[in-house]
């Protein structure tokens, strides 16, 4: 989670039409502030680290429809390319803990590492 010393950080997403959403940061700060692209949604279940490392998603703030997201964790085995392509994660709710033999990070972590960055509660 992006946190500062006073607990979590607040995020926005604010639409090409002016509708504004509020949420909490996760993954990584973007740059200057803002992240920019076309959002575009995934209705997997599971999955979510194969979408947000495929690269057809190169340019594109990917919401998933999904409630909750992240419970089983990373691995660098599931990735569909080298790191992701995506420009940010909209995420409803993020999975604080990881439970899965073959997680190696969370996908916090993982967009932390890869500079994308993410709004949860949404």
Same mark, same amino acid.
């Not at 076309?38 to 190169?58: C, H, K």
């Not at 899965?100 to 969370?106: C, E």
């Given at each position: 989670? &992006?946190? &500062?010393?006073? =607990?979590?950080?607040?995020?926005?997403?604010?639409?090409?039409?002016?509708?504004?959403?509020? $949420?909490?940061? %996760?993954?990584?700060?973007?740059?200057?502030?803002?992240? @920019?692209?076309?959002?575009?949604?995934?209705?997997?279940?599971? $999955?979510?680290?194969?979408? %947000?490392? +495929?690269?057809?998603?190169? $340019?594109?703030? %990917?919401?998933?429809?999904?409630?909750?997201?992240?419970?089983?964790?990373?691995?660098?085995?599931?990735?569909? &390319? /080298?790191?992701?392509?995506?420009? =940010? !994660? !909209? !995420?409803?709710?993020?999975? /604080? *803990?990881?439970?899965?033999? *073959?997680? @190696?990070? +969370?996908? +916090? =972590?993982?967009?932390?590492?890869? *500079?994308?960055? =993410? %709004?949860?509660?949404?």
């Amino acid at each position: 989670m &992006s946190e &500062s010393r006073n =607990g979590p950080q607040a995020a926005l997403l604010v639409l090409a039409d002016g509708e504004v959403f509020e $949420g909490e940061a %996760i993954g990584a700060a973007p740059a200057d502030g803002v992240a @920019t692209g076309e959002v575009v949604f995934n209705t997997v279940l599971s $999955g979510y680290q194969e979408v %947000i490392t +495929d690269p057809s998603y190169a $340019g594109q703030i %990917i919401t998933f429809t999904v409630s909750h997201l992240g419970n089983y964790g990373v691995n660098d085995e599931d990735h569909e &390319s /080298r790191r992701p392509f995506c420009r =940010g !994660v !909209v !995420v409803r709710d993020l999975a /604080r *803990r990881r439970s899965n033999w *073959r997680a @190696t990070g +969370d996908l +916090d =972590g993982l967009l932390q590492d890869h *500079r994308v960055p =993410g %709004i949860a509660g949404l």
